[in-house]
């Protein structure tokens, strides 16, 4: 395997296309291009076809490649989650028999130091997934302190949001905080490790600015909304997650759509004998198997969920009635206690 494709390899890779079972003259949509791993490995298992996007305009080459070896079995669309019945009615087709999606950062993206994902390396504070609308330097140089508190607890699950937003906008006061290390150094500053195999103090903050600028968890609800009354029955919908918030927005819906409360998945129906369930979920999370993680550290936290589109038309369904709420431009889970002083 040389550099290229190991830094490419999307986690759980063999587990999505199990999951997926792609058969010849079948039809499935990546709704997370990247480096195009979910596509090559089922257009190369099959003679199937592809419909790909992806909001990041950097892919647009890597797509141009597969769009020369592929010919008319794999199309490209820049675009997002929230999009994709927009692009499928664009295109013409009304349904397709699976859809993956790997929510968050990619690798490459977080090794592309201009891009601003990366605590670790030195660029521009950007974190914009799409390369458009307002930067994450654009969000901290203004934004007030409560609330720069409240996204980092609410999406990045840090106990010491407030004393880090605290001394984000204390250093705001001084000077502009422009570059990733800049902001890596201060959250640092705030909350120091206190182990040495700890995870980087800045994990949870970049994690929880990036989610809010790019309004990810909306993205997702309205993601997996279009792709279930998009899929053919016994389609399949695959969601590969690393945030524990992520997880439990796929877990709930699929909940669901299911008619059986998320915590009591051991009792999910049958598709044969529910006629109310639009989706039947595998009953858990698929986890990477140890050699991976080894391979890719990056890999330790994430989940595979999926389900099988079953011949009910899909239920409809706000976010709060899966436990969430909007905040802001997100989510926040409705069942959180008030959140106390933590400083």
Not at 32 to 57: H, M, N, R
């Amino acid at each position: 395997m040389n550099e290229e494709t190991q830094k490419h390899t999307p986690v759980l890779l063999d587990e999505v296309i199990n999951a997926i079972n792609p058969q010849s003259g079948k039809l499935y949509f990546d709704a997370t291009f990247g480096w195009g791993g979910y596509s090559e490995k089922l257009l190369d298992t099959c003679a199937c076809k592809v419909i790909a996007i992806d909001q990041d305009p950097s892919v647009k080459s890597k797509a141009s490649e597969f769009k020369k070896k592929y010919g008319d079995r794999f199309n490209f669309i820049e675009s997002k989650f929230s999009e994709i019945t927009t692009v499928l009615k664009k295109i013409g087709i009304n349904k397709v028999d699976g859809f993956m999606f790997d929510i968050g950062v990619s690798s490459m993206q977080l090794d592309t130091s201009d891009r601003g994902f990366s605590f670790n390396k030195e660029g521009p504070l950007d974190m914009r997934m799409s390369s458009s609308g307002k930067t994450a330097a654009e969000l901290i140089s203004s934004i007030q302190e409560e609330t720069l508190a409240d996204i980092i607890y609410n999406y990045g699950d840090e106990r010491k949001s407030r004393k880090i937003a605290k001394f984000i906008i204390e250093q705001r006061s001084i000077s502009p905080i422009q570059t990733t290390l800049q902001l890596a150094n201060i959250v640092s500053k705030a909350n120091p490790k206190k182990k040495f195999n700890q995870k980087h103090p800045a994990t949870k903050t970049f994690q929880a600015i990036r989610i809010y600028l790019n309004d990810e968890f909306n993205e997702l609800f309205n993601g997996l909304a279009s792709a279930e009354k998009s899929l053919n029955e016994d389609g399949k919908l695959c969601v590969v997650t690393f945030h524990s918030t992520e997880d439990r927005i796929v877990k709930n819906y699929f909940s669901k759509s299911s008619g059986v409360d998320s915590a009591n998945y051991k009792n999910l129906p049958s598709i044969k004998n529910d006629s109310q369930a639009s989706l039947i979920p595998f009953k858990k999370a698929i986890k990477p198997l140890e050699n991976e993680i080894k391979m890719n550290t990056r890999a330790r936290s994430a989940k595979l969920r999926y389900a099988t589109k079953t011949s009910s038309i899909p239920n409809n369904f706000s976010l709060e009635d899966i436990g969430f709420k909007e905040f802001h431009l997100s989510l926040i889970h409705i069942s959180e206690p008030t959140r106390p002083e933590r400083i």
